[in-house]
């Protein structure tokens, strides 16, 4: 992992330069369990570590799941401008010292794909590296299909993984989203890839605070750390607030990693209701809930503009001031990553960050599927 420089303002996380190069090679996990709270997690420049786990990532993460995407993102199609731009959302990230990257087997084209995330990821670190030496934590993810039982899909799986990602181990390994059943086999499959050095750090997805519990003390008796749960998290879907999820990760010393920490782009204010999402976000997002949307997204503003920043991030950067938090907002392109670098380096008040979460309160948007209550 390269030392970070986090700078103020707008810019840039810049990275010092890393010391000479070195192969990534199998880690050998230490015998570890959670720490009692999650205050308790160190942090270095411009990191923090996961959970337990003694894996530190960069303090904001890079979501990859649109690169290769036909179904969801990319108006359902991907040619060689979007790969250009994903190419350019990953350097664009390494340049601001964004180096935590999190990626699935099924993003893209999914498992059985040509154009699968976790490919297009591993082609861009090995470019990179060709021109210089960088540390990517990579973050990845199991998909409990109904088809796969037991310990040692897991292990099949992530053998896969880090085929198509080129590397012999990974950062974190996380399960996507909780098994119609054969849950305790997917726990143990996690606990062996830890044990036997393909990952250095164990996480779920998607998990209620009942199935996190029982997943820290499952992996616990093997003194294996849950380091995260990673689960919808942003100022307008806050249900990790209200379904015990937060406070559970604080309590056991288990991060929160965020995704659709902008909404999906709904609190960028870029769409109105004159100019909502197109695709599946325009189900969700649509002009009677933009209509809603748009006295927060106003007061985001005025308080973006105190600070020279944009409403990217402020929202972000709310996230962050929550504590034992890490966002990982989905980059297409490389205006993108740079705009979500800038969400780091400077804080909100404790006013503002409850000014904003009381507004927030009168829009929800409907998830039509609410994983974390499986």
Not at 106 to 130: D, H, M, P
Not at 246 to 263: N, Q
Not at 299 to 320: D, F, S
Request: charged share 25%; aromatic share 8%.
């Amino acid at each position: 992992m390269m030392a970070l420089q986090v700078a103020g303002g707008a810019g840039c996380v810049r990275p010092l330069l890393a010391r000479g190069r070195r192969r990534r090679r199998a880690f050998r996990p230490p015998r570890a369990v959670a720490s009692d709270a999650a205050t308790t997690a160190k942090e270095e420049e411009g990191k923090v570590t996961l959970g337990g786990s003694g894996v530190a990532v960069t303090k904001l993460g890079i979501g990859a799941w649109s690169w290769g995407d036909t179904t969801y993102w990319n108006e359902f199609q991907w040619d060689d401008r979007k790969l250009k731009a994903a190419k350019g959302a990953f350097d664009a990230s390494i340049d601001c010292g964004i180096t935590f990257i999190d990626t699935a087997e099924v993003y893209g084209a999914g498992v059985s794909g040509a154009i699968n995330s976790e490919s297009l990821l591993g082609r861009f670190i090995k470019e990179r590296q060709q021109k210089e030496q960088v540390d990517v934590a990579i973050a990845t993810k199991f998909a409990a299909l109904p088809w796969r039982l037991g310990r040692g899909s897991v292990i099949s799986a992530l053998k896969a993984s880090l085929d198509r990602l080129g590397v012999s181990s990974v950062e974190l390994y996380q399960l996507h989203w909780p098994g119609i059943w054969g849950n305790e086999g997917y726990l143990d499959g996690l606990g062996d890839a830890y044990e036997q050095g393909l990952v250095k750090a164990v996480g779920v997805s998607n998990y209620s605070e009942k199935r996190l519990r029982d997943a820290f003390e499952r992996l616990k008796k093997r003194g294996v750390p849950l380091a995260s749960n990673q689960v919808n998290y942003s100022l307008i879907y806050r249900n990790p607030e209200e379904n015990g999820v937060k406070a559970a990760c604080d309590e056991l010393g288990i991060t929160l990693i965020a995704y659709s920490p902008i909404a999906q782009g709904a609190l960028t204010g870029k769409y109105t209701p004159e100019n909502p999402p197109t695709g599946p976000r325009g189900r969700i997002y649509t002009p009677e809930f933009l209509t809603k949307l748009q006295p927060l997204i106003n007061r985001i503003k005025e308080i973006g503009g105190n600070y020279g920043k944009t409403p990217t991030q402020v929202v972000l950067n709310w996230l962050v001031c929550q504590g034992n938090v890490v966002p990982i907002p989905g980059a297409k392109n490389a205006e993108q990553a740079k705009e979500f670098a800038g969400a780091l380096g400077w804080s909100l008040t404790d006013q503002e960050v409850e000014e904003l979460r009381s507004m927030a309160k009168e829009v929800k948007p409907v998830i039509g599927f609410p994983v974390e209550k499986l």
